[in-house]
């Protein structure tokens, strides 16, 4: 037996290739919550792109696929240079955000802010990639990175995954510089394991049009940043909801040097919020602004030195444990170390989430370790 064993390995020895096996990038896990069954390109053969028209265009074409990110993509240079007015409304100190004068922008909306001759930033920042169906797009270990242009699901795109990639460095400057993912009319859509950094606008942001079923896990928001709408080291701009059909699931998140839109609710979006942390908010800042038309369930997450957990609370929120008739379970109260109130009784906000609910673990402590991208 032992002597048939040794003749087997040596036969296959022979036929296996000579190089050592290259480490394949295939999505790790899957979706949990409201986007729990998506497939994003499936068993697509992967490719790997070279360029970054290559990048775009598999993005953007009519076939499933598997797009493997194994190096840093950098389109800051990619489109030429704009040269434009804008204004400061925030302040003109160096570490405020200047706004470009975008589609008059400053002009209409901002009459009386001191404006501002002259800036010049990327123009492929302003518009992200176009992503279009039945796509993954995963990167390698830490190498997936996107720098100086973010990506965009609209108009229908759907059936789409986006996991362990970094979007950073979009105008950070610059609001209306550009936004890091942006989903504005779609459907089950799945990012995981991202993070975003050094952006002009938002970090995420989900528009006006239905963005249907939407999982947003295990990412890192990093708002650390030498210009901001504050005038301090925190971004303003972090993720915004806005949908008018949307249901939507942020689980395990890591949301820390903000001042503002940490979440940003409204549009009519049904939010379960489960197993985040947050830390390193800006003191004269908040994390959530609930508007009318939000509907919260937030369990199970970590507020770490936070001292305006939510500013305004106008839409729904829940945030007490008794979801059992609903959910099947009981919730997981949300743990506030050295923070503001965070708490909500609007338990008709459960019927949302009974049949999409995620799982919500007692302790969310481990999110920081765990969470961003490079981690899988
Ligand atoms: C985030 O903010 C904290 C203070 O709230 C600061 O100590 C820390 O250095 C900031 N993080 C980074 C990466 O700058
Ligand atoms: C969560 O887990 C950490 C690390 O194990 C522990 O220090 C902390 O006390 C736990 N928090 C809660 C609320 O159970």
Redesign the pocket.
């Known amino acids: 037996m032992q002597r048939f064993v040794i003749a087997l390995l040596g036969a296959s020895a022979v036929f296996a290739a000579p190089t050592t096996p290259v480490k394949r990038a295939t999505v790790s896990g899957s979706a949990e919550g409201f986007a729990a069954g998506v497939t994003g390109g499936g068993d697509a053969a992967a490719v790997t792109p070279a360029t970054l028209d290559e990048l775009v265009s598999y993005l953007g074409d009519k076939e499933p696929r598997v797009i493997v990110l194994n190096k840093e993509f950098d389109f800051t240079d990619s489109e030429g240079t704009t040269t434009g007015s804008g204004c400061s409304p925030w302040g003109t100190g160096s570490q405020c955000q200047i706004a470009i004068n975008k589609d008059d922008w400053c002009t209409n909306y901002q009459p009386d802010a001191p404006t501002v001759s002259s800036i010049s930033y990327s123009a492929a920042g302003v518009a992200g990639i176009p992503v279009a169906s039945d796509k993954t797009i995963i990167g390698e270990g830490s190498k997936g990175v996107i720098k100086g242009k973010g990506l965009r699901m609209a108009n229908g795109a759907s059936n789409i995954i986006i996991q362990n990639i970094h979007v950073t460095e979009i105008n950070p400057q610059y609001v209306w510089g550009g936004d890091a993912i942006t989903i504005d009319g779609g459907d089950m859509i799945w990012i995981d394991h991202v993070k975003t950094s050094l952006i002009g606008r938002q970090h995420i942001v989900l528009g006006e049009s239905s963005s249907g079923k939407v999982t947003i896990s295990n990412s890192e928001i990093?708002?650390?940043t030498s210009w901001s709408a504050e005038c301090n080291?925190?971004h303003y701009w972090a993720v915004l909801f806005l949908g008018s059909d949307d249901s939507i699931t942020f689980k395990g998140n890591y949301i820390?040097?903000t001042s503002g839109r940490g979440p940003k609710v409204g549009g009519k979006t049904a939010l379960h919020v489960v197993n985040n942390y947050w830390?390193?908010?800006?003191?004269t800042g908040h994390a959530f602004e609930i508007d009318a038309g939000a509907s919260i369930l937030a369990e199970g997450n970590t507020f770490d030195?936070v001292k305006t957990p939510v500013s305004p609370q106008e839409g729904k929120l829940y945030t007490g444990t008794d979801c059992s008739s609903a959910l099947g379970r009981a919730c997981v109260e949300n743990t506030l170390t050295n923070s503001g109130e965070f708490s909500g009784t609007d338990s008709d906000v459960l019927s949302s989430f009974s049949s999409n609910a995620a799982a919500a673990e007692k302790n969310a402590s481990g999110v920081p370790t765990s969470a961003g991208f490079g981690k899988i």
């Open positions: 990093d708002g650390t080291a925190y820390h040097n830390s390193d908010i800006d003191p030195g």
